[in-house]
Structure formats: structure tokens, C-alpha cells
């Protein structure tokens, strides 16, 4: 079965300080990857995707994430975060069609 | 840029009752879906929707539940017959094709007394 695991359920980074989210599949094939955050109160929004191609993509706010085949691994980078990022970020994979997204990691902010 | 717009952003209903909850999806797209999120937990496929059909549902999506394109624009919800376990945030998304990033509305929440 599909799945996607984030094993980091709550990450606490200094403003200005580099940002690495872990995301890890389970799936046979390469399948499509992508990045969403959530702040709270509000929906869903793409910060980047994966479909094929050059490994390393690039989001929206400054974000980048890379695909890495043989850790089956997408995690999600970003060189200096912004008090603005404190939010919930979950990765996801699209099989067909349907979306099988993590369990999210909550990322606080501290000045 | 385009958006999906979900009303009501709130919706308090007692346990037994009906549920409709609305969604307009971006106007060119095709695909349609709906998730449950509930509080503190991660987001779960409900059921996608393409051509006039359920194309893919997950089991959570059980005969209490029910969608419907009743016009060229709105994609609604509905909960029958409504537990407490229903409550959570519930998102609508459409797409224009499979496997394309899905564009996510607001979300309503549902709490159900």
C-alpha cells in the first residue's frame, strides 16, 4: 500500500536558520510529489511538485525540495526561514487518482 | 488567480441531522475531491469526482455520505445522517487532470453537537 511518512512531527528552527522537512514514500514506481502547507485556520497551498525531470525543484517562498530515488525520499529545504513559515507542512503523493498525504510537521518560529 | 471557494467556513449541526457542504471548484477544471481532516490528524482522502461520477473513494466514505455537481459550478457534500466523529475540517479540491497538483479551497469545518 501507498504511504508516506514524516517523521518529524514538530520542528522549532531560529528565524534566519536553515530549514530541512523529511518526507519518505512507499511506493513501487516514481510517483508525482509534492509539497503543501497549511496555516492555521486556512486550506491547503502548493508550495512545489515533482513529476519527473531534474531532481531538485524549486517552490514557491523561497522553498526547494529534492527527490532522492534511492532513499525514496522528497524532503523540503529552505536556507533561511522567515517568521512568516511557522506553519503545518505536509508532503503528499498522487496515485492515480487519488492524493495520499503524511501525517504533517508543524514548524514553529522563534525570533 | 483562480480559486476554490467553500461555504460555509463553519457549520454547527446537532447529531441525526443532514449535512450539505459546498464547493466551487476552479471553472476549468475537471476533477473534483473531497478530504476530512480531523483536528490534530493528517488529511484523508474522501472521494474524487470526474464526468459526472465517482471515479475513486476511499472507505471512510460510506453510505452516509454522498456528492453531487448539481449545476455547472457547485460540488456539495453531503453527510445524511451526521455522527460526532463527522467533526472535522472538511476540504474540497479540483484539478484539471490526474496526477496534476490539486488546488485546495479554505475548508469548512463541521461540528457536529
Known amino acids: 500500500a501507498q504511504s508516506v511518512t514524516q517523521p518529524d512531527i514538530h520542528i522549532t528552527v531560529s528565524e534566519g536558520a536553515s530549514l530541512e522537512l523529511r518526507c519518505n514514500y512507499s511506493?513501487?514506481?516514481?510517483?508525482?510529489l509534492f509539497w503543501y502547507v497549511q496555516s492555521p485556520g486556512q486550506g491547503l497551498q502548493l508550495l512545489l511538485k515533482y513529476f519527473s525531470g531534474d531532481t531538485l525543484v524549486q517552490g514557491i517562498k523561497g522553498f526547494e525540495a529534492e527527490f532522492k530515488r534511492s532513499q525514496s525520499s522528497f524532503n523540503l529545504r529552505k536556507p533561511s526561514v522567515h517568521w512568516s513559515d511557522a506553519a503545518e507542512y505536509f508532503c503528499a503523493v498522487v496515485v492515480g487518482n487519488q492524493f495520499y498525504f503524511g501525517t504533517g510537521t508543524s514548524l514553529t518560529v522563534i525570533p | 488567480e483562480p480559486e476554490v471557494t467553500q461555504t460555509p467556513s463553519h457549520q454547527v449541526t446537532q447529531m441525526g441531522q443532514e449535512v450539505i457542504l459546498r464547493c466551487v471548484p476552479i471553472s476549468n477544471h475537471l476533477y473534483f475531491y473531497w478530504y476530512r481532516q480531523i483536528l490534530g490528524q493528517k488529511v484523508e482522502f474522501l472521494v474524487s469526482f470526474y464526468n459526472n461520477e465517482i471515479s475513486e473513494k476511499s472507505e471512510i466514505f460510506d453510505d452516509q455520505f454522498s456528492v453531487e455537481r448539481p449545476d455547472g459550478s457547485n460540488f456539495t457534500l453531503k453527510i445524511r445522517s451526521t455522527k460526532l466523529e463527522d467533526s472535522a475540517m472538511y476540504f474540497c479540491?479540483?484539478?484539471?487532470?490526474?496526477?496534476?497538483?490539486?488546488?485546495f479551497g479554505d475548508g469548512t469545518r463541521l461540528s457536529i453537537l
Open positions: 479540491a479540483s484539478t484539471l487532470g490526474p496526477n496534476q497538483p490539486q488546488h
Open positions: 511506493y513501487g514506481a516514481t510517483p508525482y
